[in-house]
């Protein structure tokens, strides 16, 4: 059996909930793949940022450029992960 190598990919998203903008959407702030990519997980870890693992939604955003907004099909999937890493932070995990 021949395994296919993982192509593993990381994107972080920065989302500014103090602002008073409503109508900006979260933006790719980091992306990387392989080494660079654990180096993101890694880094993400230590800090304690919650860490959302689907590969899907990884490849695609992966094709955004640094600083540019999520495409709006994405914005409930989106919505829905940051809500769950909020509602774990206000549990202090």
């Known amino acids: 059996m021949i395994k296919k190598p993982i ?32 180096e993101i997980i890694a880094i993400a870890k230590e800090h304690g940022v919650p860490i959302f693992e689907n590969p899907g939604l990884a490849a695609l955003l992966h094709t955004l450029e640094i600083g540019e907004e999520i ?13 769950f890493a909020y509602s774990l932070d206000s549990m202090g995990q």
């Open 7 to 38: 192509n593993k990919k990381a994107v972080t998203l920065f989302y500014d909930h103090d602002s008073d903008d409503r109508s900006l959407a979260p933006v790719v702030t980091a992306k990387g793949e392989h080494a660079m990519a654990e």
């Open 71 to 83: 495409p709006p099909q994405v914005y409930i999937t989106i919505a829905e992960i940051i809500a």
